[in-house]
């Protein structure tokens, strides 16, 4: 170890060691420096020399980097999921919104009664769960009015009493549907005809004042709940369109599922994902996923866990619930979609389920009592709950004879999704309730699984009674990973960076799995994205130990955010990455997966600067990282000792410049980009770094392995 072996902050003379081989008395040379009272230094020797000096060991081994330090973390909050990345355009498309979700909604919530010309009607929706559910030749003894699946109970029944032109419903999407001319669209729905013979539905995509967007007409329903699809080209380009289904024949029709995709989806996945925001997330090169919570797993009461078993298979047939976040989930993005986003992205999959307890903060917002909301799974019920978990490790890697592997199968997919991790567990308070339920689980899959590395957690904060009493179970049953979390301000970074270099090496390793710097009004400011840069020098600095981080949250929709700052913001037209984005995207792209010490000299202690070395091997290239977030330029002489053949320019992209209290928005969504130009580089050079800025200078050829 040693001072190569951390960021130092030595306050030296750059040339100080130079001086003193040569003339021996370098501590005057030192004095001259800081206090001009050397007066019987030699005065020839002094040049204007840089600021700092950064000595690299570009020849040395180094220490590993974790080939997963950078990942990302998916949670549905702020409409992360349904009305975000879920390409899914119509909302509430199965008439399972209720009050309990929000107050102010029910079953009809974005929808409403369309009559047109002398047509006249009503519409209810009604209630009632199939006997013979899934069963297509049973079907036709179900009762006349009931759901197509008892997980999906409420279906629209429409009354026409008179067809007129045409009696149905319309839906107002996300903030309105957004489309794009000459794109194609997947419509359908499941129908049942009640009573009466009923006749063809027309599906139309309408603009403003009712023009039409595009149409098909989809059959005569029968008396079997039936589903229905065709594609819509659309006419034009608009972004406030409505879907609107209609009807002619008079009588009773039942309708469910009601849903339109852009053909076009990330990976033209069916029931995929919106291909711009989703391809902004793959430009992270994110190594892992992390889904689908944070908060959302261990739920607002016992209830209100996410239950993976419940968001997967046929969409109608899976079991909707409340978004704790204040919303609906209609879990079209479930699991085998999660698993499958990954491997789209290159990613390993890191799912997270509860540990057998909800959250802390469980009906807090009636009750007021936050932290005091923890309850645990009856006793009776764990052993069902852990075979939930062991059957979700079947369900990502098990062969297609097995019963969830075939499920797998079923959905499309008979390779296993290689998972590798499995997180247990999200900031719970450490109670005896949770303590039991945790070992239980862990015990179960480690015995089972051995292959699976279980991530524990300790608490939502990098310090206090969770996080001690977090680690101490950690020690405890010698977890191999532990998942610690921490929002704070941008100085707490700064203040912080040598934070891990003090964890234990022969303690458990971190996954640092949500973090972000809370700047000011929660605004991703420059500032903020500086300061997560210096911290991620000392990530990689320590990424021995700390090997895998992922910022959180992800993803925000404007006018729909319940947590501020968040990586990437957007509508249902625009997407608008954060200068904290690009800075998460720059680690990550350059990575590395070596560590090389390196000694700085020159830097003061208070002062904002921060710097990392690194190799990658499979190219041979170095990178260096150099974070300057004060208000003046510095320069630097950047040496090389022990750097094999290198090309003599760099390629240098630059991030920040400018008001560091300035961000992205919708405004000026590209006020920050990197920015990417050549750079003159050697065995020594000199470099300076402008003011409020994060540079990366890669430089190719130093030895590949
Ligand atoms: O990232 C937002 C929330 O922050 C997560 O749901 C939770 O784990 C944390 O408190």
């Not at 040379?29 to 019987?40: H, K, V």
């Not at 669209?185 to 539905?201: E, K, M, T």
């Not at 039936?226 to 009807?247: C, F, G, H, P, Q």
């Not at 320590?542 to 968040?566: E, F, I």
Request: hydrophobic share 40%; proline share 6%.
């Amino acid at each position: 170890m040693g001072i190569f072996d951390r960021f130092s902050r030595v306050y030296l003379y750059p040339g100080a060691g130079k001086f003193q081989a040569r003339f021996g008395f370098g501590v005057a040379g030192i004095c001259w420096l800081l206090y001009g009272c050397a007066s019987n230094a030699p005065v020839a020797e002094v040049v204007p020399a840089p600021d700092t000096t950064i000595t690299v060991r570009a020849g040395t081994t180094g220490k590993p980097i974790s080939p997963e330090l950078f990942g990302i973390f998916f949670e549905d909050i702020n409409y992360a999921a349904d009305g975000g990345l879920y390409a899914e355009l119509v909302q509430n498309r199965s008439f399972e919104y209720s009050s309990k979700d929000r107050k102010e909604w029910q079953a009809l919530t974005a929808w409403e009664l369309v009559q047109r010309g002398d047509g006249h009607g009503s519409v209810t929706v009604e209630k009632g769960a199939p006997r013979y559910a899934g069963n297509p030749i049973l079907a036709f003894l179900n009762g006349a009015e009931t759901s197509i699946h008892p997980n999906n109970p409420h279906y629209a029944v429409l009354a026409v009493t008179t067809g007129g032109a045409g009696v149905g419903l319309a839906n107002a999407g996300f903030d309105g549907i957004a489309l794009k001319a000459g794109d194609e669209y997947d419509v359908s729905l499941f129908a049942r005809q009640l009573v009466g013979s009923g006749g063809p539905v027309t599906v139309r995509l309408e603009g403003k004042n009712g023009a039409l967007l595009g149409e098909t007409v989809l059959p005569n329903p029968t008396g079997i709940w039936t589903k229905y699809s065709a594609t819509i080209e659309a006419m034009a380009t608009a972004d406030d369109a409505r879907l609107v289904v209609l009807t002619q024949g008079e009588g009773r029709l039942a309708l469910d599922m009601i849903s339109l995709f852009p053909h076009k989806t990330f990976r033209n996945r069916p029931n995929g994902l919106r291909a711009d925001l989703a391809q902004v997330i793959a430009d992270l090169n994110p190594k892992f996923v992390r889904f689908p919570g944070g908060c959302l797993v261990h739920g607002d009461g016992l209830d209100n866990m996410y239950r993976w078993k419940d968001t997967i298979g046929p969409l109608e047939q899976r079991r909707e619930q409340r978004n704790l976040w204040g919303y609906h989930q209609s879990v079209g993005l479930g699991y085998f979609e999660y698993f499958q986003f990954a491997e789209d992205i290159g990613a390993t999959p890191l799912p997270v389920v509860a540990a057998g307890v909800c959250c802390q903060n469980s009906g807090a917002w009636i009750t007021g009592k936050w932290g005091e909301g923890q309850e645990g799974l009856p006793e009776q019920v764990m052993p069902a709950y852990i075979q939930d978990v062991l059957d979700l490790v079947e369900y990502a890697n098990g062969p297609v004879t097995s019963t969830w592997g075939a499920r797998r199968a079923a959905a499309g997919h008979p390779e296993p999704f290689n998972l590798k991790y499995l997180g247990v567990g999200n900031e719970d308070r450490i109670t005896p309730a949770f303590n039991e339920r945790f070992a239980m689980i862990y015990n179960a899959v480690k015995e089972k699984h051995p292959e699976i590395t279980v991530i524990g957690t300790v608490g939502p904060f990098p310090d206090g009674e969770d996080y001690d009493k977090g680690w101490k179970i950690a020690d405890q049953l010698k977890l191999p990973l532990v998942d610690e979390h921490g929002y704070k301000p941008p100085q707490w970074y700064w203040d912080n960076l040598e934070r891990f270099d003090k964890y234990d090496r022969s303690r458990s390793k971190v996954y640092l799995g949500e973090w972000a710097a809370h700047d000011e009004e929660r605004r991703t400011t420059l500032r903020s994205a500086l300061a997560e840069a210096a911290y991620m020098t000392a990530l990689e600095r320590n990424a021995d130990h700390v090997v895998m981080a992922s910022y959180a949250p992800l993803l925000a929709k404007r006018g729909h955010t319940q947590w501020n700052p968040d990586l990437i913001y957007f509508t249902n037209t625009d997407v608008v990455p954060t200068v904290n984005y690009y800075m998460q995207q720059l680690f990550s792209v350059n990575s590395g997966d070596t560590y090389l010490p390196a000694r700085v000299e020159g830097v003061k202690h208070a002062e904002k600067f921060a710097f990392s070395s690194v190799r990658d091997s499979g190219s041979g290239d170095l990178i260096l990282k150099v974070v300057n977030a004060a208000a003046s330029a510095k320069s630097l002489r950047i040496e090389l000792p022990g750097v094999g053949g290198m090309a003599s320019t760099a390629v240098k992209t630059v991030l920040g410049g400018g008001d560091p209290m300035d961000v992205n928005d919708f405004d000026q969504p590209q006020r920050f980009l990197p920015d990417t130009s050549t750079l003159a580089v050697g065995p020594a050079f000199d470099y300076e770094a402008p003011p409020y800025s994060l540079t990366i200078i890669r430089i190719q050829g130093t030895g590949k392995k």
